[in-house]
């Protein structure tokens, strides 16, 4: 035998041996159920990981759960100074991810063309996850590794013609992931956490050195349960308070990573929640606290209870007021958890209204407001006689100062935090067995406010007191509930119009009304101001006293001194006429600019 072929059959035996011993390494690292990693050089082949976020769900899932929200009536429970609306629904407030559209793949890892309509929430920086990768059937951990969310595209070397399953898990926090094994790919999840879990096929293309994009978008395995405390609805940050949440039986589960099948727990918890577990939604604003629970469990919660006492807030007017300082707010909830869902305990602390002798409608304790930015449409603080251009309205316009289009008529009221809990008075709101005791043209009662000896007292009403003056400045009506509330004053704890006056009506508005200051808003306002309170109701236009199909109705007080009676507060519904006005080719209706006292819809 020559020394070629001696040579070529020691490269045989060579050969025949390094196989023999792969195999056989591979043999013992199964029977160990360590990760096998495949021994083919990946010639510079990687999958390509960047996280996408975390699927929150359609987002016309949760338009229309807002929607019917919005429609269905308001769950209001009254406490001894505040009232709260509460609701269950999925409308979990979150972070959008850079690209908020959560994007679906082919099947060999690109991209797809369409976008599947999902939203995705961001993961923060420093988020750990853990990659396995499982051959094909799902049955072989061919590697595990741990990565942290950094914004920097991480890659997996693999073999090119490959088709494997992947598996993505994360805590959603810094927390190390634990590895598994083939023999055993189950873990035992921790209690409470946001568990996120991704899975998926990819094929590795059969040209070497080719990379593949492998986007991971997380769902929570959990069902996660988000407790909302909201006092956007009392137009304040929240300062402090006192908080607890009960009645929470949670359940942990195990998870097997390859199948993604979850065991729950056959025992509860209950974790604790104060206000330090609350955190603010939006970080420039503490007016909506958001706590996280997260259960493995299905079964229903029943009577969940969020306790608050001496919740201390700040007002947007800089006024500070604390509630539930005798007694706490109970708010309850009954939610069934759903897993992969999530769900909103939301209790919104809004203002207790005032009603009175004659009426069960509920007034807001102030006048509205606009601000624009951030909640914009707001109650006073305090009730007062005051004159600040944000506060006078033209006939169905949602701003100020402004002239509404006529087929656009709208109601400021319905702005109100939460939305759909206030609207505008009508026309019958103001009725003449409890407010006024007539209806006449507006023109005629002006023309007759001079007279101040002729007069009729309005029902269950009395005018301010006064210190040598004839007209006071408000109207008030005999209270019958809302009074007596230690976080507002006297001015606010009574139903008072305060006579702020109106701006009479005008074809052009002033572009820089809302920027005028006090002095200037009272010379436009002229005698009225100190002498009339002027409100508008919500009827739409229509044909009344005369007034052919523009005529609509407000409110107007004022103090009167008959000689039979002495003085005597007067009020009456007061029908005016509405003029069409050419607005840059749009007509919009030319009325007074009155003030707006919302009432509560239910």
């Not at 920086?125 to 942290?148: C, E, M, P, W």
């Not at 006024?319 to 109970?330: G, K, L, M, Q, S």
């Not at 009175?356 to 409608?361: C, E, F, P």
């Not at 006048?367 to 007062?384: E, M, Q, S």
Request: aromatic share 8%; charged share 10%; proline share 4%.
């Amino acid at each position: 035998m020559n020394f070629s072929t001696i040579r070529k059959a020691n490269w045989v035996v060579a050969t025949v041996l390094l196989a023999t011993s792969g195999m056989l390494a591979t043999s013992c690292s199964k029977e160990r159920g360590a990760a096998v990693e495949q021994a083919d050089n990946h010639e510079g082949t990687n999958i390509v990981l960047s996280i996408k976020g975390i699927n929150e769900g359609s987002d016309n899932t949760v338009k229309q759960a807002s929607n019917n929200s919005k429609s269905s009536k308001l769950q209001v429970e009254s406490f001894g100074d505040v009232d709260v609306v509460s609701a269950v629904d999925n409308n979990v407030p979150f972070k959008a991810a850079a690209s908020d559209a959560v994007q679906s793949r082919n099947a060999d890892g690109t991209v797809a063309a369409a976008s599947t309509g999902l939203r995705a929430a961001a993961l923060d920086n420093g988020v750990t996850y853990r990659v396995y990768l499982f051959s094909a059937d799902g049955t072989q951990l061919l590697s595990s590794k741990q990565y942290s969310v950094s914004g920097t595209d991480l890659t997996i070397p693999v073999t090119h013609g490959t088709t494997y399953k992947w598996v993505a898990l994360s805590y959603n926090n810094t927390d190390a992931i634990p590895d598994i094994t083939v023999a055993n790919p189950t873990l035992q999840l921790p209690e409470n956490k946001d568990v996120l879990y991704a899975s998926g096929s990819i094929t590795i293309p059969t040209t070497p050195g080719t990379d593949v994009s492998l986007p991971i978008t997380f769902a929570h395995k959990y069902s996660r349960i988000a407790i909302e405390l909201n006092t956007m609805g009392v137009f304040g940050n929240m300062v402090s308070g006192n908080l607890a949440v009960s009645n929470l039986a949670l359940r942990s589960a195990a998870l097997n990573v390859a199948t993604g099948a979850l065991t729950p727990s056959a025992t509860t918890f209950a974790p604790t929640l104060n206000w330090a577990s609350f955190t603010n939604i939006d970080p420039t604003y503490s007016d909506a606290k958001i706590a996280y629970v997260y259960t493995a469990g299905t079964t229903a919660l029943n009577n969940v209870t969020v306790s608050v006492t001496n919740l201390a807030i700040k007002h947007a007017d800089n006024v500070d007021r604390t509630f539930a300082t005798t007694a706490p707010i109970n708010i309850s909830f009954n939610v069934t958890p759903v897993l992969g869902n999530s769900h909103r305990l939301l209790a919104n602390i809004v203002e207790s209204p005032l009603t009175s002798t004659g009426s069960t409608v509920k007034w807001s304790r102030s006048n509205l407001y606009y601000t624009a930015g951030h909640n914009p449409y707001r109650f006073f603080a305090n009730n007062k006689q005051r004159s600040e251009a944000n506060s006078y309205f033209a006939y169905g316009a949602i701003l100020p100062g402004q002239f509404q289009s006529m087929t656009a008529y709208a109601d400021p009221c319905a702005q109100v935090y939460p939305q759909g809990l206030w609207r505008k008075p009508s026309h019958a709101d103001f009725s003449t067995t409890a407010y006024v005791s007539s209806n006449a043209l507006l023109t005629d009662v002006l023309q007759n406010i001079t007279d101040l000896l002729i007069g009729t007292k309005a029902p269950n009403s009395s005018p301010s007191p006064t210190s040598g003056s004839t007209t006071g400045n408000y109207i008030q009506y005999t209270t019958t509930s809302g009074t007596g509330n230690s976080a507002f004053d006297a001015a606010s704890n009574n139903l008072r119009f305060y006579y702020n006056g109106q701006l009479a009506r005008v074809n052009v508005l002033d572009p820089n009304f809302l920027t005028l200051d006090l002095t200037a808003i009272q010379a436009l306002l002229g005698l009225s101001y100190g002498r009339e309170a002027a409100l508008w109701t919500s009827d739409p236009p229509n044909s009344i006293l005369g007034l052919v199909n523009l005529g609509t109705w407000g409110y107007l007080a004022v103090t009167k001194q008959p000689l039979l009676t002495g003085r005597i507060a007067t009020a009456q519904g007061t029908a005016e006429l509405l003029s069409t006005v050419s607005l840059l080719g749009i007509n919009v209706a030319s009325s007074s600019l009155k003030n707006v006292r919302c009432v509560r819809t239910n």
